[in-house]
């Protein structure tokens, strides 16, 4: 399983990609590459280059928005747990996920963006969240599987941000860690229950797995060469581990944990490779990617639908809480007269 002691070494290309010219001040430029060099954080009053700036709030945002829309495929099933234990267990997970959304909104809003402002991009469609929340959760093993290899994918994205450069994402992101570890068991001890339950049961946990496998490892973005943004993003820190090496890292980690379980992975082309000491698999199709990544997944419409109706619903909650600050500013304020 995954732990915090899943160590994953960062890329030791890290600090060869060379710099991007910068039109920013010169000295304070030079700063921060020291900084940056020397494996130093950078914290929200520091210094930092915009282009920087820029492209934390939309990573950070938009894992925030992954982690608060990721709550409604498994939402589906608190109220159809089939015990009371699973509820309280997909209670709890859900309501981290939750968590996880805040600790991460606060990470941004450390960089000059407000949460109205994220918020907005995500409501309107402007930003995005992770692709994997646009497809429906069809039955129960459906749960445990979103545990297993949903979860587990995000951990293995997720440990290496422990050590990004920016303070404030780096220590949200070791308590995110240590929860998400506990959803990946979670999950993957429910599917073992059910791999000793009835043929039905079995079969359920083997159609999860095989509608889920290709797009968990389509989570990890587009291969390393389509993605444009990675190699700043490791100058930087921010990202200390390519797309495709992450990739791999999952497959290698899940092939021994489905062999245990007792499930096929779908892919025929799944072996072993000696001479690489790591297993091959088959061809990611990108074109379904990225069509659900342009809106036209089979849930993307009816997940912002829920989100919007959720924030709406919520408003007099917000009410209450300033109304509620305002009367204790008030009341501050009368008592130190
Ligand atoms: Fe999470
Ligand atoms: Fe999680």
């Given at each position: 399983?995954?732990?915090?002691?899943?160590?994953?070494q960062d890329a030791a290309s890290l600090?060869?990609?060379?710099?991007?010219?910068?039109?920013?001040?010169?000295?304070?430029?030079?700063?921060?590459?020291?900084?940056?060099?020397?494996?130093?954080?950078i914290e929200p009053q520091d210094w930092m280059p915009e282009a920087y700036r820029?492209?934390?709030?939309?990573?950070?945002?938009q894992h925030a928005h992954s982690e608060i829309v990721g709550?409604?495929?498994?939402?589906?099933?608190?109220?159809?747990?089939p015990s009371l234990k699973r509820k309280a267990i997909l209670i709890a997970k859900v309501q981290d996920e939750g968590g996880h959304g805040l600790y991460l909104y606060s990470a941004a809003e450390t960089l000059g963006t407000s949460r109205d402002q994220m918020l907005e991009g995500l409501h309107s469609g402007k930003a995005k969240y992770s692709s994997i929340f646009n497809y429906p959760t069809l039955n129960w093993a459906d749960v445990g599987v979103v545990g297993w290899l949903v979860d587990g994918a995000a951990i293995m994205n997720q440990i290496p941000l422990c050590r990004c450069s920016y303070g404030p994402y780096a220590r949200a992101m070791i308590r995110v860690c240590k929860e998400e570890s506990f959803h990946q068991r979670q999950g993957y001890e429910a599917l073992l229950v059910m791999m000793q339950?009835?043929?039905?049961?079995?079969?359920?946990?083997q159609d999860a797995v095989n509608r889920f496998w290709w797009k968990c490892l389509a989570m990890f973005g587009p291969p390393d060469s389509d993605s444009p943004h990675s190699a700043q993003g490791m100058?930087?820190?921010?990202?200390?581990?390519?797309?495709?090496?992450?990739?791999q890292k999952f497959v290698d980690a899940t092939v021994p944990q489905a062999k245990v379980l007792g499930v096929t992975l779908p892919d025929p082309e799944l072996k072993w490779n000696d001479e690489r000491q790591h297993?091959?698999?088959?061809?990611?199709?990108?074109d379904e990617f990225w069509a659900t990544v342009n809106g036209n997944g089979p849930c993307n419409k009816e997940r912002l639908a829920t989100r919007v109706k959720a924030h709406n619903d919520g408003q007099w909650v917000r009410d209450a809480a300033l109304a509620y600050a305002r009367k204790q500013q008030i009341a501050a304020r009368k008592e130190a007269a």
């Amino acid at each position: 399983m995954y732990t915090q002691s899943f160590n994953v070494q960062d890329a030791a290309s890290l600090k060869s990609v060379p710099q991007t010219p910068s039109h920013e001040d010169p000295e304070f430029q030079a700063r921060f590459d020291r900084k940056i060099d020397a494996d130093s954080k950078i914290e929200p009053q520091d210094w930092m280059p915009e282009a920087y700036r820029k492209t934390l709030v939309r990573q950070i945002s938009q894992h925030a928005h992954s982690e608060i829309v990721g709550m409604l495929p498994e939402g589906n099933w608190i109220s159809r747990a089939p015990s009371l234990k699973r509820k309280a267990i997909l209670i709890a997970k859900v309501q981290d996920e939750g968590g996880h959304g805040l600790y991460l909104y606060s990470a941004a809003e450390t960089l000059g963006t407000s949460r109205d402002q994220m918020l907005e991009g995500l409501h309107s469609g402007k930003a995005k969240y992770s692709s994997i929340f646009n497809y429906p959760t069809l039955n129960w093993a459906d749960v445990g599987v979103v545990g297993w290899l949903v979860d587990g994918a995000a951990i293995m994205n997720q440990i290496p941000l422990c050590r990004c450069s920016y303070g404030p994402y780096a220590r949200a992101m070791i308590r995110v860690c240590k929860e998400e570890s506990f959803h990946q068991r979670q999950g993957y001890e429910a599917l073992l229950v059910m791999m000793q339950g009835t043929a039905e049961q079995k079969a359920m946990v083997q159609d999860a797995v095989n509608r889920f496998w290709w797009k968990c490892l389509a989570m990890f973005g587009p291969p390393d060469s389509d993605s444009p943004h990675s190699a700043q993003g490791m100058r930087w820190g921010i990202k200390r581990i390519s797309n495709d090496d992450l990739r791999q890292k999952f497959v290698d980690a899940t092939v021994p944990q489905a062999k245990v379980l007792g499930v096929t992975l779908p892919d025929p082309e799944l072996k072993w490779n000696d001479e690489r000491q790591h297993y091959d698999y088959g061809s990611i199709d990108w074109d379904e990617f990225w069509a659900t990544v342009n809106g036209n997944g089979p849930c993307n419409k009816e997940r912002l639908a829920t989100r919007v109706k959720a924030h709406n619903d919520g408003q007099w909650v917000r009410d209450a809480a300033l109304a509620y600050a305002r009367k204790q500013q008030i009341a501050a304020r009368k008592e130190a007269a």
